[in-house]
């Protein structure tokens, strides 16, 4: 039933769609980058003239290699293009170096593996069901989807200006889904383990994929109530699971094993020295913490019911440091939010057990997963909200319920990105796209969905009007203040804790929708 939106008729706007997007991202070349384009010069570098026994122990720069070896690999075989380009980038001495030469061989290698993406878009675009015959083709489920995908604001930002590799790997992670929504368990596990291989960010949404392809594929058969039948389990089916992640970590990390260098390896992937916050804050539940921390301290130095000289100065002037001291609420240990982003995930994780609702099922389960991480986790990452908003687009086009949520998500998500990119020239970029994508993406759906209820509340709309007074104050209004030399930090604080209200709310929102969901006769039959 999926497949006929993307026939002869479908593939003309659909290579117009990803040709427009990378002509886009060709003309983003000159932008601003931040640090990491110089990380990813040092691993090109590092795997390009060090054996493979020093690639984990190399420090000559503070960028040192700290994903895992599948993407060190990647490097390797990108430093073997790069020297064409620019001989000089490869030397490990070289810190910091920018020819010309570097920067379109680094800008164009992160667009050119966005192929990868482009086709794993074009595959879920085939699991969607066109369930509406649209005689528009802009009003084609999968036409929206291919948008919000190929499209989307975060991706461009983070990858094209920002500098990172995100494209591809979110391509592997979406073909993974597209495969388990075709039934094609064995090659969604094996692109999933792959995947893992890559960027171990991953692991926050690999509950999802271990429950569905246990209850999907190890399991063959269902009662007629829709619970499991417990004989129907197939021993061959977790043989041949277990099998792909074992020869896949074997092929990654293997030879580490080998030179015993695992334990190096694995302190490098996760460094816990680093704070509970990202130098930034990213907008979840330990942001609004801390910001109930900070004002909990002012109130306490108003009404004297704290001293002072015993508070840490930083704390009160420094605002957004890495090593985070609270003064009045507890201080979190990595330990406490391991236990948090755990009790957050499991309801999520008992449902797609018990309630099994198939690949939907499996989705809502991967976007809860990914944002109750990012709601708990250790040193989140403001660019890790990605993992949610992409899967969240496939179950926005086919139910208004989601399609809400997701605009909620979306539009706090990718507002609370804007800090990422803090130069001026790169001001009406930022605001350009972000208006683009965000008005496309609540017109589509609400033609989408036009025959049922509103998909915002008016509580939730103004909320959301409401980032843009919070926007021009932080970058028009601040600025001329007297209070930007003495609390510099304020415009982040602000955009960190509103958008965190946001987020919050997409995810409960989400949560409630996912508990409270009744399965339908048709799906237990299944």
Known sequence: PSGRGMAAGGRSWFRALALGVSFLKCLLIPAYYSTDFEVHRNW???THNLPLSQWYYEATSEWTLDYPPFFAWFEYALSHVAKYFDPKMLVIENLNYTSRATIFFQRF???????LFIYAVRECCRCV????????????????????????????IVDHIHFQYNGFLFGLMLLSVARLCQKRYLEGALLFAVLLHFKHIYMYVAPAYGIYLLRSYCFTANNADGSLKWRSFSFLHVTLLGLIVCLVSALSLGPFIVLGQLPQVISRLFPFKRGLCHAYWAPNFWALYNAMDKALTIFGLKCNFLDPTKIPRASMTGGLVQEFQHTVLPSVTPLATLICTFISILPSVFCLWFKPQGPRGFLQCLVLCALSSFMFGWHVHEKAILLAILPLSLLSVQRAKDAGIYLILTTTGHFSLFPLLFTAPELPIKILLMLLFTVYSFSSLKSLFRRERPLLNWLETIYLIQLVPLEIFCEIIFPLTPWKRHFPF?????????????????????????????????????
């Open 109 to 115: 290698s992160v667009i050119f593996t966005d192929i």
């Open 490 to 526: 304020v415009p982040l604080l602000l955009t960190s804790v509103y958008c965190a209200l946001g987020v919050t709310y997409a995810w409960l929102k989400l949560y409630v929708s996912v508990l409270t969901e009744r399965i339908s006769v048709r799906q237990k039959a299944e």
């Open 129 to 156: 069901n066109g369930k509406r015959a649209a005689k528009d083709i802009l009003e084609k489920p999968t036409f929206i989807l291919a948008v919000l995908l190929l499209w989307n604001f975060g991706l461009l």
């Open 44 to 46: 090109l570098a590092i």
